[in-house]
C-alpha cells in the first residue's frame, strides 16, 4: 500500500459511496486507475467490506449498553454461549476477554424495558454466571474503520 491507496481509503471512510470519478478529481488520477487500486484493494482484503451506518434514533434503537459476562465453565458453555450472542440482533459486538469477565458485549435496544428483556435472556442463558452492565449516556467518539498506521505505507 503507498500514499495514493491511503488518500483513496481517507476518500472511502469520509463516504463509501463516492464514484471513483469523484476519487480521482479529489486525488488528482484517472477513473480507470482509481478503480484498478480499489480493486486491488478489495482482492487483497484490505477493504473488507462497504456498509450503511443507521442512526439508532431514527430507527428506535437509542438505548445502548456494555454487558460484561461472566461464564461459568468456558470449557463447558462457551459453544453454546457464542451461538447466542450471534444469534440476538442487539448484541452489535462480542468481545472474548482476559480478565475478571469473559465477555464483553455492545448491546443496543429500543428502551430500557427492551433492554431489560435482553439482559434476562442473556442472564438465562445456561452457564452465564454474572452479568455486569453499563449504560451509555452519550459518546465522545465512535469511529466505524480504521486507517492503516503510517508506517505500513510504502513510500
Known amino acids: 500500500m503507498d500514499r495514493i491507496d491511503y488518500r483513496i481509503l481517507e476518500c472511502l471512510k469520509k463516504n463509501a459511496r463516492m464514484t471513483t470519478s469523484e476519487i480521482g478529481k479529489c486525488i488528482n488520477m484517472s477513473v480507470s486507475a482509481v478503480s484498478e487500486r480499489i480493486k486491488r484493494l478489495e482482492s487483497s482484503g484490505v477493504i473488507s467490506q462497504y456498509t450503511t451506518i443507521l442512526n439508532r434514533e ?13 461464564i461459568e465453565n468456558p470449557e463447558f458453555y462457551s459453544d453454546s454461549i457464542e451461538d447466542m450472542m450471534r444469534r440476538e440482533p442487539h448484541i452489535l459486538e462480542a468481545h472474548m476477554l482476559a480478565g475478571d469477565y469473559d465477555y464483553m458485549l455492545k448491546v443496543v435496544a ?29 459518546s465522545l467518539k465512535e469511529e466505524f474503520t480504521i486507517m492503516p498506521d503510517e508506517d505500513m505505507i510504502v513510500k
Open 58 to 70: 431514527r430507527v428506535g434503537q437509542d438505548v445502548r449498553a456494555f454487558i460484561m459476562v461472566r
Open 110 to 138: 429500543r428502551s430500557t424495558r427492551s433492554l431489560e428483556q435482553l439482559l434476562y435472556a442473556i442472564k438465562s442463558t445456561k452457564g452465564i454466571q454474572k452479568t455486569m452492565t453499563m449504560m451509555v449516556l452519550s
